[in-house]
Structure formats: structure tokens, C-alpha cells
């Protein structure tokens, strides 16, 4: 892994950012509304939703718990359909697999498609090391490549771009001709990558699901990209995370149906591409497939009982649209570029809590993306586990962190000792009397506790305790 991989600055400060901008704040607002509203819409139309959202589960947690066999069986499909195998334990493997990759055949350029796979290592700056010129050829990821950024999202890379910023964007580095017209600036868009598409000798994918029964590596996509990436260019490397391995065909229209409604509100996407090995004869396509089978810290997640339920997740972004935390701060506050719910587990998982302890408290544990993952993963369970753990990779010297363990320390043994309980609440009724107003508390002048009400107000302590109510009743 390199030391480029992640990018953790302070959660609280990005976060306050997007909110005290308020372009920002609304375009985030209303994406995830609007695609939290279309999935509801669309589920509502397949009746047993849920019985499939079981189903799905149950194929991801066999799949995992014997990743070991599928993973054989996958590599053995690929190379029996005449696609190269190459396995990679770390971000920088990956990245010198494929320069190798495209300095063997000679290309100069390469088209991608949307991989967080080759986002999460940095494959662009390798390519770009290397004196290989890399183009993003999905929309949202060609803007942000233009604006040289993270994915702001799982599914919706440039969501908290506006169509001024986009205008800005191509005027400056694509097409002197200003247009705020979404048609034209996709027709612009589309010319540039036309040409590159037909210039680029390697066409760079990830992959959605990998059947390993079959070889197969399934990409679904609503723009045509892919197809093209994967299909006009003389070579195709897919970039495939280990977890993505689903066991048979006769699987994918359960993940389809999920992936789909989940992430997007759609039915199917508008292209789903299943790829099975290069070229054969009297047929189009790449002369080489290669796929680059990906650890980057998976096999961690694996091995930790707990945490392995996380590798069932298909990359939907559900959570991201339903999360409060997300729809408020944004998908740059996490830092990685994995955000959200999904984030706050998959990056803590794969750099080390220790670069990433924050992530996991940015959540309020409501369970709004346990209620709408489509694979039902217990997102909040997971993320209590690694504040657990990230308590224990904290830095001793942290001042606010020895707070945090005294007020935690003190409440524990306050709740296990009913006369402690009951004289500290009496105190702090009394002390409350200095800065309660109706109910509410404006200001707690003492840190940590001024942090909450220089956004909000806390709720004051009733006037009398659950005990005292209850002994004259
Ligand atoms: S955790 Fe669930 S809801 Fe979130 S992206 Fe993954 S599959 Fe989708």
C-alpha cells in the first residue's frame, strides 16, 4: 500500500465545510433525496423485496466463508476461457501489474472505466509516474478527473458537482465553446472520449460481480463506457476486489435486481456486459484479458469473524443516500474514497484504524442503512465493533480522547452504583440551574460538552428523576 492511499484530515472540520456551504449542502440534499426516493419507488414494485434482499445475503455469506474455493474456481474459469490471472496483496502490487501490463503492449493511453478499485490505489498517479496518460471515461469520473478529486460518492462520483462547475470545468480543459445545456455537455464529453476510445491501447475496468463458476467478470453501467473500455482497445485489465466473487450465472439476476433498485432506482441498469476471456475467432473484442485479483487489506476483513460480513457489500451507495451523517457532510469528509456508512467501515478496514479511527463514530446509529443495504448488512453492529477497536489504537497523548475515557469510565461506575447515580443526577440538576432555559440548555460552557451545543441545544434533565416520579405514583 502506498502512503498516498488515504487522505483522513479532520472529519469534523471537512464536514463543517459542507455544511457552512450552502451549494454544497443543497446538491448533496437533493441527490440523495432524489435517489433515495427512486429506490423506494422502485422496490415498492417487486413484491418479496426482502425475501430477495435474504437471498442475496445468504449467496454473499456462503460465497465468503469459502472465498478460498471460489477464488480457484475463478482463476481457473478465467484462464480456461484464455484471460491471465494476476493476483495482488496491496495497492502498489496492483498498480505495477498493470504499468507492466500496458508498457508490454506499448500503449501510450489508457481509457477507464469507473473502478473504486483503482481509485482506492491510486492507480491514475502510478499511470501518470509512469509517463502513461489514463482518462476516465465515465462522466461523473471525468469531471472529477478534470477537477482533480476524490469520488464523492459510491454510484455518483461528481454529486456535489453543479452544471456551472461542470461548464467551468470542460471550457477550461476540454471545449472553449461554454454550454450549461446538459445534452451538450455530454456531447462534449462524448466527443472527447470517442477519440480516446479509439487512440488507447488498454482499457481499464473494475468489475460488479465475478462468476466464478464461469470466468465471467460483470460490469453494469448506464452510460456505455464500459462496454466500450473493455471492448474496443487491444487489451483489457479488469480490476476485480476478491469480495466481488458471486458462485454461478444462475446467481446474478438476484444481485441485478438488488444492485439496481438499491443503488439507482432502476430496474437493470442500461448496459450489463458479461465478459468472458478475450477475443476468440470470427469474434470482436480485446486480444488480452487480464484480471488483477485484489487483497489491498480484504484478507484482513476475512480473517476477522466479526468484520467479514462488511465483504458482502455490492457497492450499491443505498447507504449513503439514506445516512444522515452522509446527506449533511458529504462524501469528502471521509477522507478515503469509499464514504458514507460503507466508508466508515471500508476504510478503517483496509489502511488500518489507526488512520482512520474517526470514521467510525460519524454515524448517529440510527440503523437507516442497515434498513435499506440489499444484503442486509448490520452496518451500525460492525461500526460499534470498531470504535471498540479504535479506542484501543488511539493515541495516548490525544487530550479530548482522555477525556472521553474518564467521562465513559465515570459514567460506568456511576450506572452500576444506584447511590452514585442518584446523588450525580441530583447534581446535575442543580448545577443545570445556572444554564437550563425552558427545557433546553444553549450553552455548556465545559469541554468536551461545548462541542454539542455550539451546533445544537441539549436537552435539560427533567425536574424530577424516573425514581422519584415513579415512588409518589
Ligand atoms: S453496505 Fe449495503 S447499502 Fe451500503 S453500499 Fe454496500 S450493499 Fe449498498
Not at 418479496?48 to 435474504?54: K, V
Request: glycine share 8%; aromatic share 6%; charged share 25%.
Amino acid at each position: 500500500m502506498t502512503d498516498t492511499l488515504i487522505h483522513i484530515s479532520d472529519i469534523h472540520q471537512d464536514g463543517a465545510a459542507t455544511i457552512a456551504n450552502p451549494r454544497l449542502a443543497e446538491a448533496y440534499r437533493s441527490s440523495t433525496v432524489r435517489l433515495f426516493t427512486h429506490r423506494l419507488s422502485a422496490i415498492a414494485e417487486v413484491p418479496g423485496f426482502d425475501r430477495l434482499r435474504d437471498l442475496g445475503r445468504e449467496l454473499k455469506r456462503q460465497t465468503i466463508e469459502n472465498l478460498d474455493f471460489y477464488l480457484g474456481q475463478f482463476a481457473d474459469s478465467v484462464e480456461r476461457n484464455g484471460g491471465k490471472v494476476h493476483w495482488a496483496s496491496d495497492g502498489a502490487e496492483v498498480c505495477r501489474i498493470v504499468v507492466d501490463i500496458v508498457q508490454k503492449s506499448a500503449a501510450q493511453e489508457v481509457v477507464k472505466a469507473k473502478t473504486m478499485v483503482g481509485e482506492e490505489v491510486e492507480l491514475n498517479h502510478a499511470l501518470d509516474a509512469a509517463g502513461i496518460r489514463a482518462v476516465e471515461t465515465d462522466l461523473g469520473e471525468f469531471i472529477i478527473q478534470l477537477a482533480g478529486e476524490r469520488p464523492a460518492h459510491i454510484v455518483a462520483p461528481a454529486i456535489h458537482k453543479t452544471r456551472e462547475e461542470v461548464a467551468d470545468l470542460f471550457e477550461e480543459h476540454v471545449d472553449p465553446r461554454r454550454t450549461l445545456v446538459p445534452e451538450e455537455l455530454t456531447a462534449i464529453a462524448r466527443t472527447a472520449l470517442r477519440e480516446m476510445f479509439q487512440k488507447a491501447g488498454v482499457g481499464v475496468s473494475g468489475a460488479n460481480f465475478a462468476v466464478a463458476e464461469t470466468g465471467t467478470v460483470v460490469t453494469i453501467e448506464n452510460e456505455g463506457n464500459i462496454r466500450m473500455c473493455t471492448t474496443v482497445p487491444r487489451v483489457h485489465i479488469a480490476l476485480v476486489g476478491i469480495e466481488k466473487l458471486i458462485p454461478r450465472l444462475s446467481d446474478l439476476g438476484i444481485f441485478l435486481r438488488l444492485l439496481g433498485r438499491s443503488g439507482t432506482g432502476q430496474k437493470l441498469t442500461t448496459y450489463t456486459s458479461l465478459l468472458t476471456g478475450p477475443r476468440r475467432e470470427h469474434e470482436d473484442g480485446p486480444e488480452q484479458m487480464h484480471v488483477v485479483l485484489v487483497d489491498n487489506g480484504r484478507i484482513k476483513s476475512l480473517a476477522d469473524p466479526k468484520m467479514r460480513e462488511m465483504l458482502y457489500c455490492i457497492r450499491c451507495g443505498a447507504c449513503l443516500n439514506t445516512c444522515p451523517v452522509y446527506r449533511k457532510i458529504g462524501g469528502h469528509a471521509y477522507g478515503g474514497v469509499y464514504s458514507g456508512p460503507i466508508g466508515a467501515l471500508v476504510t478503517p478496514e483496509f489502511t488500518g484504524i489507526g488512520n482512520a479511527r474517526e470514521l467510525p463514530f460519524a454515524s448517529s446509529l440510527c440503523g437507516a442503512c442497515r434498513e435499506v443495504c440489499p444484503v442486509k448488512i448490520n452496518i451500525p453492529d460492525l461500526l460499534l465493533h470498531l470504535r471498540s477497536e479504535a479506542q484501543n489504537h488511539a493515541p495516548q497523548k490525544s487530550g479530548g480522547l482522555v477525556s472521553e475515557r474518564l467521562t465513559f469510565r465515570m459514567w460506568a461506575w456511576a450506572m452500576r452504583n444506584p447511590t452514585a447515580y442518584k446523588l450525580g443526577a441530583r447534581l446535575a440538576r442543580l448545577v443545570q440551574l445556572l444554564v437550563a432555559r425552558k427545557g433546553w440548555i444553549h450553552k455548556i460552557p465545559a469541554y468536551p460538552a461545548s462541542r454539542w451545543t455550539k451546533e445544537r441545544d441539549f436537552p435539560a434533565l427533567a425536574p424530577q428523576s424516573f425514581r422519584e416520579r415513579w415512588k409518589k405514583m
